[in-house]
């Protein structure tokens, strides 16, 4: 969430610092600005809502500057007004901020006790208050903010620029990322390496707790005890290409068609498919030596979590805990010496998620972090990092990033299996076999793309949807209703179809859809006697099946069939993942809502 871009710059800034938000815009906000020196003097445009609304404000009010930063914001503190859109600025100083200031109520009373007024609802305007508040001691921009920033409680990346220093930024970080850029005389600062991708490719990582001087000569890091340090320059490798939607309507609609591409290519970084093995990085433990596993993650990633704890415990035979993010530390877990604690995020800067990471290391626990971005915070503090090779995922709702982690979770689990002592070499083979064959079924079931949109519009008009699904499917299940109440706004839930007749099916009547997940299986016959339990009462039932499964459980009521192909069940939830995918989008764009920036949702969640 928010997005964080700086410019210390020989030209205009104005024009790179709007493409560095627009880069930013996946991350999800209601509202942007920025603010440049002119004249000795700090000028800002802010506007409610999406990019295009700053555009129009700036066309009608030019602002030029070769220094500058610009904000997109995610409301946490205040509605999403002007008037609490960043940058804020206080007499000589501008500030924009990702992250939240848990501690900002008394540090604003303090600042109030002194006479100063406070414009937003904001907790990030106290911060600008406190910096200024130091420079009207005297004291200059550096020490001004080496006084602040340990009187700062929670997680924030922040950016200021000084109204009397005109050739500096500074930014800091503590829970949120910030990335340094280095170009021909400029130095840039952005939430992420994508953001700063048309500026540089030479970047560095701000440390938890790095905070820096940036000018056009370079930049002074310090860390957290204000001792200078440095940090690596490294080739970011993010493409400076804007990333476009190509014949695709949305970016979620082409993101869902990219997965055969990506979940292959994820893929052959964990099978060599001449020896017809799994080989994961290089690791300096023993999966033979874990005795229990601990997942950890928030949303799609804890369904991936889900379906990644069935293959474990199948393949490997090893206890395995699940765990949302935010309730992990919260629960004072016990975590046994030896164990391993798996994380699983798509941007790699989660902040529950990293805290919970944290938390187990403390606890004397290997890390392995399976994530998208390999320079991410999480990624930079594991023992095993697990790499995905999605790209770059534009829509808030996760889809290729989503069964990619599946892909790698799968190579986990039959390694585990392997080094346990588990897996012969020959249902290791087998395993192998039935992941190679997982894109082009994927791409057997987006070819049902067309029967599904034309069944959206049934669905479009319900108010409540249950999906239902056993096994590995019942994640699945989770992950469709997920994805449905994302985009869709339609009120959707999970459950397991044995779960059915212990509470949801008083919901049933003829008004609510059921969607029923049921590849033909061992677990087959089970899940169509709750669905048909659903008919009884009237339900309307949606069944994703193979054609075996339609064959077998044809029914003269059932609302609409989608046929998937017959595929081993190691591999149904990767593609199974599709349908349930396109349902939820063809439903939003018969309902006319944004699918890629819904509602209320940001595609990094850096707060608690």
């Known amino acids: 969430m928010c997005g964080i871009i700086g410019i210390v ?11 560095g938000l627009r880069r930013l815009e996946y991350r999800g906000y209601d509202s942007a600005g920025l603010c440049t020196l002119v004249d000795g003097r700090l000028e800002r445009r802010r506007s409610e809502g999406k990019l295009d609304n700053l555009a129009a404000v700036l066309a009608d009010e030019p602002l030029p500057g070769d220094v500058g930063i610009a904000h997109t914001r995610w409301a946490t503190h205040g509605a999403p007004t002007v008037g609490n859109a960043h940058p804020h600025i206080v007499d000589g100083v501008a500030l924009v901020h990702n992250g939240i200031i848990e501690n900002f109520r008394p540090l604003r009373e303090e600042m109030q006790a002194e006479g100063r007024v406070f414009r937003s609802e904001t907790d990030s305007e106290v911060v600008a208050h406190l910096v200024d508040h130091q420079l009207k001691l005297g004291k200059d921009p550096r020490e001004a903010v080496a006084a602040v920033l340990p009187r700062l409680h929670g997680a924030f990346a922040i950016t200021i620029l000084f109204r009397d220093f005109p050739g500096i930024l500074i930014g800091a970080r503590m829970g949120a990322p910030l990335t340094l850029g280095y170009g021909d005389d400029e130095t840039y600062l952005g939430s992420d390496a994508l953001a700063l991708a048309a500026l540089t490719q030479r970047i560095a990582y701000l440390d938890e707790g790095d905070w820096a001087v940036i000018s056009r000569d370079g930049a002074d890091i310090y860390d957290r005890d204000n001792n200078k340090v440095d940090r690596p320059v490294v080739l970011s490798g993010a493409s400076s290409a804007r990333i476009e939607k190509g014949n695709h309507r949305h970016y979620m609609q082409k993101e869902i068609f990219e997965q055969p591409l990506v979940v292959a290519q994820t893929l052959q970084s964990y099978l060599r498919s001449y020896e017809q093995q799994v080989a994961l990085p290089d690791m300096d433990f023993s999966f033979a030596d874990v005795p229990r596993i601990t997942i950890v993650a928030c949303g799609t990633s804890f369904y991936a979590g889900m379906v990644a704890k069935y293959w474990l415990e199948q393949f490997a035979r090893v206890p395995v805990e ?28 989660t902040a529950d998620t990293l805290a919970a990471l944290r938390h187990a290391r403390a606890e004397g626990q290997r890390i392995a972090v399976v994530v998208n971005v390999p320079t991410s915070s999480m990624a930079r503090e594991a023992d095993l990092l697990l790499p995905t090779r999605a790209g770059p995922e534009i829509g808030v709702a996760s889809t290729k990033a989503f069964t990619c ?48 949109e034309k069944m959206a519009p049934l669905i479009a008009r319900a108010r409540d949807v249950l999906y239902l699904g056993r096994g590995p499917d019942y994640p699945m299940a989770m992950e469709g209703a997920l994805k449905l109440k994302e985009i869709s706004y339609i009120h959707a839930e999970g459950y397991a179809a044995g779960e059915m007749k212990h509470g949801p099916i008083a919901l049933i009547d003829e008004h609510v859809p059921v969607i029923v997940i049921a590849p033909s299986g061992p677990l087959f016959e089970k899940t169509v006697s709750n669905m048909q339990e659903v008919q009884a009462r009237g339900g309307k039932v949606v069944l994703i099946s193979d054609a075996e499964g339609l064959a077998a459980a044809a029914d003269d009521r059932l609302l609409a069939t989608i046929e998937m192909p017959k595929v081993h069940p190691l591999i149904v939830p990767l593609t199974y993942a599709i349908p349930v995918q396109l349902l939820a989008y063809h439903v939003a764009v018969a309902k006319g809502t944004d699918v890629d920036q819904p509602r209320n949702l940001a595609k990094s969640v850096t707060v608690e």
């Open 9 to 19: 710059g020989k030209a205009q800034v104005t024009p790179r610092l709007m493409d």
């Open 322 to 349: 699940l765990d949302i993010a935010s309730e992990f530390r919260y629960r004072q877990p016990v975590l046994e010496a030896g164990g391993l604690a798996l994380f699983i995020s798509q941007s790699g800067e």
């Open 405 to 452: 982690q599946l892909a790698v979770l799968a190579a986990l689990a039959a390694k585990v299996a392997r080094d346990k002592g588990r897996l012969t070499e020959a249902e290791e083979r087998e395993i192998v076999g039935h992941l190679s064959e997982a894109p082009a079924a994927m791409n057997a079931a987006l070819a049902h793309d067309g029967d599904i």
